[in-house]
């Protein structure tokens, strides 16, 4: 049984921190940024239409079906171990590529702060270190790592809001690089020439991106005193938080640098380094909290992935327990962390990051590799939300499942409205993403994100197919420590 002291609770402030610390992800505020004035009402819209029903769905199914098992969970509650199976294939998928992503993010952070050139070796040493930390760091419950959270939300809280700060300064004093010129601006999906886009569509994807993550926070019910009052909480107060500070970072870079120049993975430190040229700073000075700002960043890229790597573990051990997985990624340590599954991430973000180099080296025209391994990532992650929706309306039909549960008042139409909308709006962003121009010419930049996106679906059918014809994990007559969690959990919240 998992050995948790009173000592390692997870309280509500700790939750809030560890919800904005695995949602707010700094790594995507640039690429936001590159959508330009129309983003504005991009996130009002996705707000209402995403971000606040599938916040309030996390915390329903969550603390009405408690388990470390997250989405595994509900969906296999819902449609049952070949759809969960499906789920948590796509799940851990994106979750080493998300990891190499972040590694070859915190070289382009480094070569930039320092300013050096970088050999090959060196740059792998530096991945293999952060993908190695990360992983080490991935076998602890998100109770015995919660400062790490905790300090990750602060240094997000740091450099987002001077980002803000530092670009309200300069539109106020010097204007925007990208000025508001008129009210079309503003408008999704309207081009320059004032006529509709529907190009515009595939920034629905990384505004998604960025407001993803509830359902890791419900994977921590077991950690806290009181999950049925604490996730909802959570949720609520650390979705406000995000929100603002996306919006101030996104906004900073956008006064500092025009649209068509924002890199997408550079783009934070290069907003800085205008912003603060512009006001007058010095070089020193600006070197200086360009070291300090990005340290910061590289810091959250490793509280981010530690408070991620519980949720996602469990999930994993809960279908590897299934069969879908092999039976060994369900091995979990005195804690109850699944350690088996951290080392097999970490060593297909090896393999994936050290391929990366390798192209980059003999192929130097292919570039942002950050770019590329995060845009399949945010396909498979995308993907692997799709059946939570559905699963929701199905289990809210049958009734809360224990008392005193968080459970989403209103009629048929309302209920109906929050599982279809977000699962619309995830359909738009999956194809825009995948096919984001009608025309044969996309597929020649496009391609390699679509053949990686079908690869991965095939061998996710291969895998749960593979299930249907093996036998699930046995447990020898005993229960196993996932299970009795879960068990003991739903009894607790019975009560």
């Known amino acids: 049984m998992p050995n948790k002291n009173k000592k390692h609770k997870f309280r509500l402030f700790s939750a809030v921190l560890a919800t904005v610390c695995i949602i707010l992800v700094g790594d995507a505020v640039a690429p936001t940024a590159a959508i330009g004035n129309s983003q504005y009402l991009w996130w009002i819209i996705m707000l209402i239409g995403f971000f606040v029903p599938y916040g309030l769905i996390s915390a329903e199914l969550g603390t009405q079906y408690p388990s470390e098992g997250g989405m595994y969970t509900w969906i296999k509650k819902a449609f049952g171990p070949k759809w969960a199976g499906r789920v948590a294939w796509f799940y851990w998928v994106n979750y080493p590529l998300w990891i190499a992503s972040l590694a070859d993010l915190v070289t382009t952070y480094l070569l930039q702060m320092l300013g050096v050139e970088m050999t090959w070796p060196l740059i792998l040493a530096i991945q293999v270190a952060y993908i ?41 004093t010097q204007g925007s690089a990208n000025p508001i010129e008129s009210w079309t601006d503003l408008l999704p999906m309207v081009g320059a020439d004032g006529k509709f886009d529907f190009t515009g569509l595939g920034f629905v994807a990384l505004i998604i991106f960025n407001m993803l993550g509830f359902e890791v926070v419900s994977t921590f019910s077991d950690d806290m005193d009181n999950p049925k009052k604490e996730i909802p909480k959570a949720v609520i107060l650390g979705g406000i938080l995000i929100a603002v500070f996306y919006l101030l970072a996104s906004f900073g870079i956008g006064v500092a640098i025009p649209l068509d120049q924002i890199p997408t993975d550079s783009g934070l430190l290069d907003s800085y380094e205008i912003l603060l040229t512009t006001i007058g700073f010095s070089a020193a000075a600006i070197k200086a909290v360009l070291v300090v700002v990005g340290g910061l960043f590289i810091y959250t890229l490793i509280a981010n992935i ?190």
């Open 132 to 172: 190695v930390l990360v992983s080490v760091l991935g076998v602890l419950r998100i109770s015995q790592s919660a400062w790490l959270s905790n300090l990750g939300a602060f240094a997000k809280f740091v450099f987002m809001a001077g980002l803000g700060a530092l670009g309200i300064y300069v539109l106020v």
């Open 306 to 495: 530690s408070s991620w790597n519980f949720g996602v573990n469990s999930v994993i051990a809960y279908a590897a327990e299934d069969g879908t997985f092999p039976k060994s990624w369900a091995k979990r340590n005195k804690d109850g962390v699944p350690y088996v599954v951290s080392i097999w991430t970490g060593v297909v973000a090896l393999v994936i990051a050290v391929a990366g180099i390798v192209v980059a080296e003999f192929f130097p025209d292919i570039s942002n590799l950050f770019w590329t391994f995060f845009s399949l990532s945010l396909v498979c992650l995308l993907l692997s939300y799709l059946p939570m929706f559905m699963a929701f309306l199905k289990l809210h039909k049958k009734g809360p499942a224990v008392k005193n549960g968080y459970w989403i008042n209103g009629g048929k139409i309302k209920i109906a409205l929050f599982g279809i909308v977000p699962f619309l709006l995830l359909l738009i962003a999956l194809f825009f993403t995948l096919f984001p121009e009608f025309n044969l010419e996309m597929f020649e930049y496009n391609w390699p994100l679509i053949a990686g996106a079908c690869l991965a679906i095939i061998l996710g059918e291969i895998m749960v197919n593979r299930r249907r014809n093996s036998k699930p994990a046995k447990t020898s007559g005993k229960t196993t420590k996932s299970k009795k969690t879960a068990k003991r959990v739903a009894a607790k919240s019975s009560r």
